[in-house]
């Protein structure tokens, strides 16, 4: 989630303070990725460094208000142009954690991914609620349509997850299976030497 560009594009909007745009971040993606000020005043500070934006006087109360500049709308429409590179993806807990417990000892992978299906299919009953109560009411301006389309993707995420927990454990399932009806290996392909039979003991030749 790039901080940076989603307080460039509030600032579009016109000059906004620290606690400001934290609010209205919050507010646009219906608080899913919530911030606290020191982020949003560190992220000012480093776009001012960057010539991004300016501090543009104080409002009424004394708040300190920053504004976008030339170079700021430029990055901000880079970034809306550009699309988000899938190269290197961000790391995955969950998938990390399957190839952990692969093999290990003493783990019992299906029962991981049982209880994670669980939890993943409660997360999906819970975002489709909220998507129920914000169609209620048809979205009535953008921050309502913006939280629309953040529920709405984490819903897909959601199922998206519980269709790869599906297939892993049906893959460990034939893989389990293969594993049971394939032969033991003979002593030629393992390389070690066979139970010698009687006529071939010392002692036995005649």
């Known amino acids: 989630m790039s901080i940076r560009h989603g307080l460039l594009a509030l600032l579009e909007r016109g000059p906004r303070y620290g606690s400001q745009l934290r609010t209205e971040f919050e507010s646009r993606t219906g608080s899913t990725w919530p911030l606290n000020v020191g982020q949003v005043y560190t992220t000012l500070s480093r776009l001012e460094r960057d010539g991004m934006v300016v501090q543009d006087g104080e409002d009424a109360a004394g708040h300190a208000l920053y ?6 709308h430029a990055e901000l429409r880079s970034w809306f142009e550009t699309p988000v ?9 969950l998938a990390i954690k399957l190839a952990m417990a692969v093999g290990a000892p003493g783990v019992d992978i299906r029962a991981v991914i049982q209880s994670q299906r669980g ?3 409660k997360a999906m009953q819970d975002y489709t609620r909220l998507k129920a109560q914000a169609l ?17 993707q ?6 998206a997850e519980a269709r790869w927990l599906d297939h892993c454990e049906s893959r460990l399932v034939r893989l389990a299976e293969a ?14 030497p066979g139970t010698r039979t009687a006529a071939s003991r010392p002692g036995n030749r005649h």
């Open 179 to 192: 594993a049971a009806t394939e032969p033991a290996p003979s002593a030629a392909s393992t390389g070690r």
């Open 119 to 121: 939890h993943t299919l």
């Open 85 to 93: 590179d899938r190269s290197s993806p961000p790391r995955d807990e």
């Open 67 to 72: 504004s976008i500049t030339d170079d700021g």
């Open 136 to 152: 209620a009411d048809v979205p009535s301006d953008r921050d309502e349509v913006a939280w629309l389309l953040v529920v709405e």
């Open 154 to 159: 984490l819903i897909f995420q959601a199922e």
